[in-house]
């Protein structure tokens, strides 16, 4: 029913920024909160920010002060603006709905010198 599609990562080196985009369909979108999740490498998949309907943000300390979540209700679409990046940043990046168990295909971000 719910079908979200990641989109924006790349290679970036150390203090460098990135955008990343999901765009949603379905009706979840309109009645969740909507999250950022990430992937490092042998690691478990960590919520990093969120956002509710209302447009009310919540980051992990990880990402505090260098990311930004927002949405674009319209556009059913999320968005992930990454500062500052560390190498500890470099995951694949996911948006799913809070709550919900359905992901995208990921977007990989890569942080080097």
């Known amino acids: 029913q719910v079908q979200l599609v990641e989109s924006g990562g790349g290679l970036v080196q150390i203090g460098g920024s990135l955008r990343l985009s999901c765009a949603a369909s379905?009706?979840?979108?309109?009645?969740?909160?909507m999250g950022w999740y990430r992937q490092a490498p042998g690691k478990q998949r960590e919520l990093i920010a969120a956002?509710?309907?209302?447009?009310?943000?919540n980051y992990a300390d990880s990402v505090k002060g260098r990311f930004t979540i927002s949405r674009h209700s319209a556009k059913n679409t999320v968005y992930l603006q990454m500062n500052s990046l560390k190498p500890e940043d470099t995951a694949v990046y996911y948006c799913?709905?809070?709550?919900?168990?359905?992901w995208g295909q990921g977007t990989q971000v890569t942080v080097s010198s």
């Open positions: 799913s709905a809070i709550g919900t168990k359905t």
């Open positions: 956002i509710t309907s209302g447009g009310s943000p």
């Open positions: 379905g009706s979840i979108f309109s009645i969740n909160a």
